[in-house]
């Protein structure tokens, strides 16, 4: 597995951003998907998973009904749509692999990690 993570940027608050993250040697189809996030001084915390077939989704709280993840099977690739945006969502995105189909919360439920892509928002 190669995780390649990208879209991350500079927005203002209340603008959207699309991340990407892309499994290069397609090994992953079978596996769920995980979106983290790490703010400065902070743990790593979840923040989105996504079944190995789309259909089952799970969100942290403070992002449920803003963000959106969704993936594309054929082109290996998962996606973090982020809309209405906020400072506090300023971290390091990082996507990763899980150990199964259906992935959980927990970081240790992870196998493969991506690079991270870092999203700035001001106020």
């Known amino acids: 597995v190669q995780l390649q993570a990208s879209g991350g940027g500079l927005v203002q608050a209340g603008d959207s951003l699309r991340l990407s993250c892309t499994d290069s040697?397609?090994?992953?189809?079978?596996?769920?998907i995980g979106w983290f996030r790490q703010a400065p001084g902070k743990e790593r915390e979840f923040v989105a998973s996504?079944?190995?077939?789309?259909?089952?989704?799970y969100y942290q709280d403070n992002v449920q009904g803003r963000f959106t993840i969704s993936r594309d099977r054929a082109k290996n690739t998962v996606y973090l749509q982020m809309d209405s945006l906020k400072p506090e969502d300023t971290a390091v995105y990082y996507c990763a692999v899980s150990r199964s189909s259906y992935p959980g919360r927990e970081r240790s439920s992870y196998r493969y990690w991506g690079q991270g892509t870092l999203v700035t928002v001001s106020s």
């Open positions: 040697k397609r090994t992953s189809s079978n596996n769920g």
């Open positions: 996504i079944s190995w077939n789309g259909g089952t989704t």
